[in-house]
Structures are given as structure tokens and as C-alpha cells.
């Protein structure tokens, strides 16, 4: 069984800046891509950025340029980089990692992160 263990989020003013980490209990490059989603009140959980396993990146429209994910490999940890935040922004944060074949998805507890003046 993976763990995934989410730390991070927090509450900050529009403008401000959250470094998420998802540690995982076992290496990150088991997975094929390992990504954030996000889920904002009365939302369905959406893809934020994902990383894989050969380096490849990607981020939704909405925090392209703002946000940066990346990882430590040593740490087996992941993390998003959002600056520029806004309360838009305002969501629980879940830290997943995805394998190909057999399909499957391992999931953190989510961390929340409310973006609010």
C-alpha cells in the first residue's frame, strides 16, 4: 500500500505564495506521472500539473506561468509551487500518483489551501 502524505497548504492573502509537498513511501518513478489536482467547494476535482516519470510537465490553463511543479527524487517527494495565488486558488489539494498498466491511482489526503484578505 502507498502513502502519500500532503503538507502545505495553509491560508494566504491574493498575491502570496504555498509550496506543497506530497512525500510518497516509495519511489516516485514507480509511477508513471505522479500530479496535483484540486477540488474547490461544490467543484469536481480537477488536474492542476502533473509530472512524469521521464521529466515531462504539464498544468492546466488556469496556473500555467504561476504555479511549478517539481520533484526530489532522493526525498521521493513532489511538490507545486503557487505563486501569484488567488481566490480562485482556494481548494483541497491532493497529491496523486498514477501507474499505466495495471491502471491504477494512489491518492494523499488532501491539504487545503485558502487564498482570503
Known amino acids: 500500500q502507498v502513502q502519500l502524505v500532503a503538507s502545505g497548504g495553509g491560508l494566504v492573502q491574493p498575491g502570496g505564495s504555498l509550496r506543497l509537498s506530497c512525500a510518497a513511501s516509495?519511489?516516485?518513478?514507480?509511477?508513471?506521472?505522479m500530479a496535483w489536482y484540486r477540488q474547490a467547494p461544490g467543484e469536481q476535482l480537477t488536474l492542476v500539473a502533473l509530472?512524469?516519470?521521464?521529466?515531462?510537465?504539464d498544468y492546466a490553463d488556469s496556473v500555467k506561468v504561476r504555479f511549478t511543479i517539481s520533484r526530489d527524487a532522493a526525498k521521493n517527494t513532489v511538490y507545486l509551487q503557487m505563486s501569484s495565488l488567488n481566490a480562485d486558488d482556494t481548494a483541497i489539494y491532493y497529491c496523486?500518483?498514477?501507474?499505466?498498466?495495471?491502471?491504477?491511482?494512489?491518492w494523499g489526503q488532501g491539504t487545503q489551501v485558502t487564498v482570503s484578505s
Open positions: 496523486n500518483a498514477h501507474s499505466y498498466w495495471p491502471v491504477h491511482d494512489d
Open positions: 516509495t519511489s516516485i518513478f514507480r509511477f508513471n506521472f
Open positions: 509530472i512524469t516519470n521521464n521529466g515531462g510537465i
